[in-house]
């Protein structure tokens, strides 16, 4: 390791999801283990094998937006990462100016989804009603010839938007490793500060696939729990139950800060991000490997990287899907990284509450790993009845656990078998040294 | 760590003037242009009507046909170039050398970085004739989506298709990134590849760019923000209208130099160093002054410790436009001032590659360096009298040094500045 590697602090949080539209109130839900599933609302799902999900609730349809025109340029999950990157700027207490701009970068895991249904809808019927697109009747559709169409579904609307809209002109990228996407993008964010690129980030994720394509995308792989009669329970990481996941939707950014500075300037530090894994499972596109082999390098690469080993490590967020597969996969490989220490390591799934928020997921569940360190609790595995039998972890069931976190994990696996894992640690331990238990 | 030398060991490319660098490079010298008029739609009564389509085959650039279920378009074009990057490295038999454990580790000390685009609304359509069925009501999508998608739909449209696979063809399992960033998006993945080696995440890298932006959407759109040329593509040109799309993918496999030369690797060049930075005007805005290019190429100066004398040559990346090539101009005379060394530009030749333009035109940067020469500009006629300074010209030039700057710019405002050296041909 290299000794004089900048740290990185946690200073700013926003959250958008399905059990809350800010911070507090998301955190409230997840110590509690309420759930955000519901029918789905923002389309008419009735006709679907899955009509189930974890909608964002009471968002304003502008999304608080100060003008129509920005509006017009974004799509749902844009809407939620302004809030959300709004949230985390008023959090930190700390936005770009012209001085300081070009020492701020962004770093964001996108939905893969850009394209609306309703302008997919206009198109077909203008100019596909056989089935197949007509390219000639395409030059005189509306949709397909609308600015605004073509503004809110590039992949790069989402940093277009957030750098236009907070001044950020330093280092800005977009990332997609599907569910793994949100981790890597605040993985990003640390090594840009890291290496001097950037002095501090806005970093998150965003997405929403709740839309007649996205819930079709993931009812054909069989991938969606297909409890419609309880979709509060429909998400139950880690039970012997479990049938899929409950697809989610919101937003989750976190500003960071070179540590330096941010002492000097008096900021809230929740947390240093410490450390990043991120590895190729190169078994299956979809499937996980059994052996947990892909995750298991990138726990250990993660926490090579902040300096810390197994023992240190008290809380881990799991991606923890609900879905057969990955459960499983996950504990065989936290099992095989933390070895006798797995028992000491109380680990939960807040996808039992908010579900599944895809690109989103990993940049919130950060969030959630640093307000655990912040709150000295962890957030309880919601829904989790009879313990899969396979899965030997110490769950955190029934209520949050109140205990210090000195450090947290934070996994993100991805179809295309990108791994992501993020260290967080208590910033007592960083400047002060904070005994163990 | 900037003092690690990151070499590079092998280079892939697929673009409508050919299917290897060194072809596409003899096209390019040649004064040859692959813009053609569009075949996969008829785009006879279009618009726009031009652009650089590879003709090859799925399985010319795939050979495992159970594959082509399972990716689209632009992802053959990436796994493609991605496949000869590996090969030209020759890993892959220095791999079955080692024992378990050494095959092991060396596959986990093997990245993949990857800067993808493309197909993203013509992979919808595939909804069609579903709505068509359904008669555009939602209950009916709902019951007889079973019976007319692809069950594997979602996993065609990943944007990290190609990340994904070539992890799990080569067995590669280390530090990786999918980059969908636009035009930039294959640049960063050479340089967030880079930067993974110089701070230790692993041995050596592949990284590659792809796109297939030559889909009706996407021109329809594109023209209707007056970015695409009527004919030709003109960089720098004073009559240039525009840009034209091109399919494509480029490849550079890169190690740490102690990597590279423990097993025998013979070396094509080097990467020096990378800058960026973003204008943040908007999606589609850039400002005049050259402001996020100038930038980034200071940037990558200091990230790779030379003096901007030290630049041999410069790619431009000269899509065509009037807004992005003057101030494209202006921000190498901010950095370069009177005497810039001589500029060349590649799109003209097979179009904007988008996702994989910046790292195309990498690849072909090292092989013109290789070979002494920078490649003239054939479509420029008449250059732009606000550009008069800039040393471009149709006619070939030569290199003042091994080193070349290669420009990329993307939509958001995002432009990134790659230095490479060129090893001895």
Redesign the interface.
């Known amino acids: 390791m290299n000794r004089t590697r900048r740290r990185v602090a946690i200073t700013g949080l926003g959250l958008v999801t399905p059990v809350g539209n800010d911070v507090a109130t998301t955190w409230d839900a997840l110590l509690t283990g309420s759930s955000g599933g519901a029918p789905i609302t923002v389309f008419d799902a009735s006709g679907f094998p899955v009509r189930i999900a974890a909608e964002v609730k009471g968002f304003p349809a502008d999304g608080g937006l100060p003008d129509r025109k920005l509006v017009k340029l974004t799509n749902r999950s844009h809407r939620f990462a302004l809030a959300a990157a709004e949230q985390a700027l008023a959090d930190a207490g700390i936005a770009p100016t012209p001085a300081t701009a070009t020492r701020w970068g962004c770093a964001v895991g996108a939905g893969m989804m850009t394209y609306d249904f309703a302008d997919l809808a206009t198109t077909h019927r203008h100019a596909a009603q056989t089935g197949e697109l007509d390219a000639l009747r395409m030059l005189s559709d509306d949709a397909a010839n609308d600015p605004l169409v073509f503004c809110r579904s590039q992949a790069t609307a989402g940093i277009s938007l957030l750098t236009q809209r907070f001044g950020i002109e330093g280092y800005a990228t977009s990332v997609h490793t599907a569910c793994a996407s949100g981790g890597q993008a605040v993985g990003t964010a640390l090594k840009l500060i890291r290496r001097g690129a950037v002095d501090y980030a806005l970093a998150g994720g965003f997405d929403s696939m709740i839309s007649p394509v996205g819930v079709a995308g993931f009812c054909l792989l069989s991938a969606l729990s297909s409890d419609n009669h309880a979709p509060q329970q429909a998400s139950r990481p880690f039970d012997v139950t479990r049938n899929g996941f409950l697809l989610g939707e919101g937003a989750g950014f976190v500003v960071l800060e070179e540590w330096e500075s941010a002492r000097r300037r008096g900021a809230h530090i929740y947390a240093e991000l410490a450390g990043d894994g991120n590895s190729l499972s190169s078994y299956r596109i979809t499937d996980s490997p059994p052996d947990g082999d892909g995750p298991i390098q990138a726990m250990r690469q993660a926490l090579a990287d902040a300096g810390a080993a197994p023992g240190d490590v008290d809380y881990l967020n799991a991606h923890g899907t609900s879905t057969w597969m990955n459960d499983r996969s996950e504990s065989a490989a936290i099992r095989a990284v933390f070895g006798d220490d797995t028992e000491r390591v109380s680990v939960s799934s807040t996808k039992s509450s908010m579900g599944h928020l895809i690109a989103a997921a990993g940049a919130v569940e950060v969030a959630v790993c640093a307000l655990a360190i912040q709150h000295d609790v962890m957030p309880v595995n919601a829904n989790l009845r009879e313990l899969d039998p396979e899965i030997t972890l110490n769950i955190v069931r029934g209520e949050p656990r109140r205990a210090r976190v000195r450090v947290a994990l934070s996994n993100s696996f991805g179809f295309g078998g990108s791994n992501s894992c993020v260290v967080l640690r208590h910033p007592d331990a960083v400047d002060g040294g904070l005994a163990p238990g | 760590?900037r003092n690690e030398k990151i070499v590079i060991t092998g280079t892939g490319a697929v673009c409508a003037a050919g299917a290897e660098p060194e072809r596409i490079l003899d096209a390019v010298l040649a004064g040859r242009s692959a813009i053609a008029p569009i075949k996969q739609?008829?785009?006879s009564?279009?618009?726009i009507r031009n652009a650089g389509e590879v003709r090859l085959t799925a399985r010319e650039l795939v050979e495992d046909r159970k594959l082509h279920k399972?990716i689209r378009r632009t992802d053959l074009f990436g796994l493609y170039a991605a496949g000869r990057a590996i090969a030209a490295a020759g890993i892959i038999g220095h791999r079955d050398t080692l024992d378990e454990e050494g095959a092991r580790r060396f596959?986990?000390r093997t990245g993949?970085y990857v800067g993808?685009?493309g197909g993203?609304?013509e992979s919808?359509?595939d909804?069609?004739?579903l709505?068509?069925?359904a008669n555009?009501e939602?209950?009916?999508?709902?019951?007889e989506?079973?019976n007319t998608?692809?069950?594997?739909?979602?996993?065609r449209?990943?944007?990290?298709?190609v990340?994904?696979?070539i992890?799990?063809r080569y067995?590669?399992?280390?530090?990786?990134?999918?980059?969908?960033?636009?035009s930039v998006s294959g640049t960063?993945a050479l340089i967030?590849a880079t930067?993974g080696l110089?701070?230790g995440?692993g041995e050596r890298a592949v990284a590659v760019g792809h796109d297939a932006p030559v889909e009706?959407?996407l021109v329809?759109?594109y023209h209707?923000?007056g970015l695409l040329a009527a004919d030709e593509l003109r960089p720098f040109d004073a009559r240039r209208d525009g840009s034209l799309f091109g399919d494509g993918a480029g490849a550079l496999f890169v190690e740490k130099q102690a990597a590279a030369s423990g097993r025998g690797a013979s070396v094509l060049g080097e990467v020096l160093g990378g800058g960026?930075?973003?204008?943040?005007?908007?999606?589609?805005a850039i400002r005049d002054d050259g402001d996020g290019p100038a930038?980034a190429i200071a940037?990558a100066l200091a990230d790779a410790q030379i003096d901007a004398r030290d630049v041999g040559m410069i790619v431009a990346h000269g899509n065509g436009t009037r807004a992005s090539d003057a101030s494209e101009a202006a921000a190498i005379r901010a950095v370069f001032g009177a005497q810039p060394p001589p500029v060349t530009a590649f799109k003209w030749a097979f179009g904007h590659l988008i996702a994989a333009a910046g790292i195309m035109e990498t690849v072909l940067a090292l092989a013109a360096l290789r070979r002494n020469v920078v490649p003239g500009v054939a479509t420029l006629r008449e250059l732009d009298p606000a550009c008069a300074d800039m040393p471009i010209s149709a006619a070939h030039q030569t290199p003042r040094s091994d080193v070349a700057l290669i420009l990329c710019r993307?939509?958001?405002?995002?432009n990134a500045a790659l230095l490479i050296r060129a090893g001895r041909a």
Not at chain 2, 171 to 182: P, S
Not at chain 2, 276 to 284: F, I, M, P
């Open positions: 760590m739609w008829d785009a009564e279009w618009p399972l596959s986990d993949v993808a685009g993203t609304y919808h359509y909804y069609f004739p709505l068509t069925e555009g939602l209950p009916a999508f709902g019951r989506l079973a998608v692809n069950p594997m739909w979602l996993l449209t990943l944007p990290n298709n990340l994904g696979h992890g799990i067995g590669l399992k280390g530090a990786n990134a999918c980059i969908t960033n636009h960063l967030e930067e110089r701070q995440e009706p959407q329809l759109f209707r923000f960026y930075a973003t204008e943040a005007q908007g999606l589609v930038r940037e993307g939509f958001a405002g995002t």
